[in-house]
């Protein structure tokens, strides 16, 4: 009873931190409850107040969502009714519906979170439950705990390799037969919207965002921009990605090598899948390339996703940009930073072109005396105006809407982008690994003949900001645990190891697929693997585990001879049966010699040396290093011994020949 | 329904196998096995899981899974193999009076380096029996067969079955072995003793075990009465002796069936039983005579099995194949 509780209250507590609080305090009084009534000091609960309590708390459970069905609602309820089932149990059934209840509990917790830390857990309860099912096969007292646990131990260990291989080759179907969950594990990361301060508040966080991981060529430092949300809409204070209506994009034109890498999203409720600036188009039919070269997905990403991308990071544009595009690329809300579009306007006098322009304002950034902060002082509503000319204090989301608002109101088209800069590399898993902390916000502006071109005026004011991580330059910006663990050495190691390990895990058996499967198939030497191969191996995996289990297994029942002198004895007895003449029971090797040279003289030459050899062994004055060598030896001879079925001349051999 | 299939199956095994001849091993081809209640509510409970895992495509849940299903089929080999190698090395059925309980004695061993879980024999119609057998070593077990009438009971589909190690599959296999339980009749009657010359029922003489003469101790054999046992001497760390007496001096009885005439014939044979009981136990020598033959004069446990044998084999034909023990 003991097991199947532990079992049960084990499952549920995989779940903890995603039932309420009372469903658990329910199970923690009907567990102690229970043990009580085992130990004969509470009477079982009566049947009346058992229904009463199923009926409220089923009730509690549909008022808390509105719902019996889905893995969150379902959890709860099993939590719930095994609680109860506890109350009642008694006998072996009772106690197997509680187990499968536990490993349902279990199955939920690998629906619900699959991350690589959980693994023991899972493990050990599995475990707990398989034993907690030996204990109550067994029932009743005089099984030693110890036994039991290393039995269920051992059996899973052999359950293994079949879990491997049907894990490796069943065919994974599509999955998604009904809802699936919404997981709300997911992160804030990037918003559709960029105010003063909004980035700060992600630069803070060492959470990561995504990895990336280059098949070939990797981009230098500075070409390492991961496109987000483009923002075309200022209200003067907020810059947001707007309702504005689609425009043509004038055609790229592709300049230099192409990278090709592959990105594992880390699930962040938005639909936004990063990649290089600038990627060549969707990888996925559900995720809709848009005008300004953004991957948008139809859903959140809430589970982890891979996608493979191809960007280049140069590229060209002759066309000149559709005077509705140029309209919306160029506006500013009226009456607002007034004070901007005057110095605009003054720079802009004394430009001759839209380029001198540009780097008119880029000097004004470099010379002006601006810092870079995490925690710059709040600004007031025209933003621009206050930041440019009063406080001088920013980063990256300050910058690039000041700079892209000067280049509005010198009447060049610009926009904002948002996404991640930089990268950390991770040696030991070979990808980068890019965090919230990298969250980075530019501008990109049109110039006539070249088209869009990327300027970052973060660069201008703190260039080391993209060649080190927040940490080398803002150490206060992120909190002291944080920074603990990520500026000692030893300690960076390990972390890497350890999100090497996590990524490898996410990658090769997380995202586990169907193309991978095949992709080891193709590994293991068969060409042009598909379905049938697939089952194939499976069917031979099968098998070939069955005929092992089969034989390992089989093995340890019969009577086995203690010593290898013994089993080698037993293999010369067992030969000499096949040919014919079996030793009795009660016959010494001397006698059964003697019975040979009698009844079958073709065998004795042989037989006869090999059974007076195992008596001096067995019975005469040999030991030490000489007996094991001897032994050896001897095991050798009845390995390489063949005898004859029939002796040459019986009557059964004769009549068959006629 | 079940109880018929199982006779069916049982005898479809039976014209399969063949009768046995003691030992009796548990090898490959005798071993049956099918789930359980719980192996198929498993198998249901791993099937949701599947589906679940698939709808999911979670990965962990998938392999999870496979593992219990694995874990499953290495169960359903450990349970064929609990049972498998063990050997029936004795059966002996104890006879009892009618309307008592015999006993159906099962020496098991177990010649393998593994310890075997609830080894379970089981008739139908009674309770089962169950033991656990260490590595290398023999276990006994020991079915209770209730009795109504005196005679001779076959005892038919005897199994030997197992459900450990997880409880999800049941190994058994049939023992076809020509076991019977002599039942005695009854040992009951009003009439005293007869007399030593056997002719005046009710005549004034007791002998009693304290009236006969002290011979000595000797090794216990099979078949000896517990209430011989010099419990005294054992107790002190001497072997299982047994006290022996000079019957010499005792009066002998001679029982007669014809001698009965009031009675009918199961009540004769009652009378009988209830007698020879009451002679062995006071150490008298003591002959019987029934219409098929005599039982010359003479004492002990084995003289006391003979007598009441052939008090409740009276009138039945000598091998009379009766059904399991039907109730």
């Known amino acids: ?658 | 329904m079940k109880r018929f299939l199982r006779a069916r199956i049982a005898s479809w095994a039976r014209r399969r196998q063949g009768a046995d001849v003691l030992p009796v091993t548990m090898h490959y081809r005798r071993i049956y096995i099918l789930p359980t209640r719980a192996g198929w509510g498993f198998a249901f409970l791993l099937f949701c899981m599947f589906v679940a895992g698939l709808n999911y495509s979670n990965s962990t849940a998938l392999f999870l899974t496979f593992w219990l299903a694995g874990f499953v089929l290495v169960g359903l080999h450990r349970c064929h193999r609990n049972l498998l190698g063990i050997a029936l090395q004795g059966a002996t059925a104890v006879p009892t009076f009618a309307g008592g309980a015999g006993e159906l004695e099962l020496t098991l061993e177990n010649p393998a380096p593994l310890m075997r879980l609830r080894i379970e024999a089981d008739l139908p119609g009674v309770a089962p029996s169950v033991t656990d057998i260490a590595p290398r070593c023999a276990a006994r077990l020991s079915l209770a067969l209730p009795t109504t009438v005196r005679g001779r009971l076959l005892i038919d589909g005897l199994r030997l079955t197992t459900a450990l190690p997880f409880g999800l599959f049941r190994a058994w296999t049939w023992v076809y072995l020509p076991l019977e339980l002599i039942v005695y009749p009854r040992a009951r009657g009003f009439l005293p003793l007869p007399t030593v010359a056997g002719v005046t029922p009710g005549a004034k003489t007791r002998g009693g075990s304290g009236g006969d003469e002290w011979l000595g101790l000797r090794a216990f054999r099979d078949g000896d009465s517990p209430h011989q046992v010099a419990w005294k001497a054992y107790a002190r760390g001497a072997p299982l002796l047994v006290k022996e007496y000079c019957a010499a001096a005792a009066p002998e009885r001679y029982f007669d069936f014809e001698r009965l005439p009031n009675l009918d014939t199961e009540r004769r044979l009652e009378q009988l039983a209830a007698w020879i009981v009451d002679a062995e136990n006071r150490g008298e020598r003591y002959a019987l005579t029934l219409p098929g033959g005599k039982l010359a004069l003479d004492r002990g446990a084995q003289h006391r099995h003979r007598c009441l044998s052939a008090l409740a084999l009276h009138g039945l034909a000598p091998a009379r194949r009766a059904a399991a023990i039907a109730r």
């Open chain 1, 1 to 658: 009873m003991l097991w199947t509780i532990a079992a049960f209250v084990a499952g549920a507590l995989l779940n903890v931190d995603r039932i309420p609080l009372w469903a658990t305090a329910v199970l923690i009084a009907c567990a102690a409850w229970q043990l009580s009534v085992a130990a004969h000091k509470l009477p079982a609960l009566p049947k009346p107040a058992q229904l009463i309590l199923t009926f409220v708390l089923v009730t509690c459970v549909v008022a808390t969502f509105h719902t019996l069905n889905g893995l969150p609602a379902g959890t709860v309820l099993l939590v719930v009714m095994g609680s109860i089932k506890l109350l009642e149990t008694r006998g072996r059934r009772d106690r197997y519906i509680v187990i499968g209840a536990a490993l349902f509990l279990l199955l939920a917790a690998c629906l619900d979170r699959q991350a690589l830390a959980r693994l023991p857990l899972y493990l050990g309860d599995a475990l707990l439950c398989c034993t907690a099912l030996l204990v109550s096969a067994y029932g009743g007292a005089g099984l030693e705990i110890r036994v039991a646990a290393k039995l269920a131990a051992r059996s899973l260990l052999l359950a293994l390799p079949l879990a491997l291989v049907f894990f490796l080759f069943f065919p994974r179907l599509p999955g998604g037969f009904w809802a699936l969950p919404a997981n709300d594990d997911a992160i804030t990361g990037l918003g559709e919207s960029m105010s003063p301060g909004s980035i700060s508040q992600l630069t803070a966080s060492y959470d990561p965002a995504f990895r990336v991981r280059f098949a070939g060529a990797i981009p230098p430092p500075q070409e390492r921009y991961w496109r987000g949300p483009v923002l075309h809409d200022f209200d003067g204070y907020t810059w947001r990605r707007g309702v504005v209506e689609a425009y043509r994009q004038p055609a790229l034109r592709y300049l230099g090598e192409p990278f090709r890498y592959s990105v594992t999203l880390v699930p962040d409720a938005n639909r936004w899948w990063f990649t290089l600036d600038t990627v060549v188009g969707s990888p996925d039919k559900h995720v809709f390339f848009s005008y300004d070269y953004d991957l948008i997905a139809r859903e959140p990403v809430t589970q982890l996703t891979t996608y493979d991308a191809l960007s280049y990071t140069h590229t060209e544009s002759s066309e000149p940009l559709s005077n509705f595009a140029r309209k919306i690329e160029s506006a500013l809300p009226p009456n607002r930073n007034p004070r901007t579009r005057e110095l605009a306007a003054r720079l802009r006098e004394r430009a001759a072109a839209d380029p001198d322009f540009v780097r008119a304002v880029i000097d004004f950034f470099r010379t002006g005396g601006f810092q870079y902060s995490l925690t710059p002082p709040m600004l007031d509503l025209d933003s621009v105006d206050d930041f440019l000319f009063h406080t001088r204090e920013g980063f990256c989301g300050h910058y690039a809407s000041a700079f892209v608002a000067l280049m509005r109101a010198g009447g060049v088209p610009a926009r904002v982008v948002t996404g991640y800069q930089g990268g950390e590399w991770n040696p030991i898993g070979g990808y980068f690994l890019i965090r919230q902390s990298d969250a980075h916000a530019w501008a990109e502006i049109w110039i006539e003949g070249r088209g869009w071109r990327r300027v970052d005026p973060t660069a201008i004011v703190a260039p080391e900001r993209l060649s080190r991580g927040i940490l080398d330059i803002l150490p206060n910006a992120v909190s002291g645990r944080t920074r603990l663990l990520y500026t000692t050495p030893l300690l960076v190691h390990l972390l890497q190891g350890w999100d090497a390990l996590n990524t490898a895990w996410n990658e090769r058996i997380v995202k586990f697929d169907v193309n991978m499967q095949l992709g080891i198939l193709e590994r293991l030497g068969v060409r042009s693997a598909d379905w049938t191969a697939l089952v194939a191996a499976l069917a031979s995996g099968l098998i070939g585990w069955l005929a092992w289990i089969a034989w390992h297994i089989g093995r340890s029942a019969g009577p086995r001879p203690a010593d290898r002198l013994a089993r080698a004895y037993a293999r010369l007895c067992r030969k000499l049966a096949r040919a014919g003449i079996a030793r009795d029971a009660h016959e010494g090797p001397l006698d059964y010699a003697a019975r040979i040279v009698r009844r079958r003289p073709d065998l004795a030459p042989r037989a006869q040396p090999l059974l007076a050899r195992y008596a001096h062994l067995r019975y005469g004055p040999v030991g030490g290093e000489v007996a094991a060598a001897a032994t050896a030896a001897f095991e050798r001879m009845v390995l390489r011994l063949h005898v004859a079925r029939r002796p040459r001349s019986t009557p059964l051999r004769r009549s068959k020949s006629l």
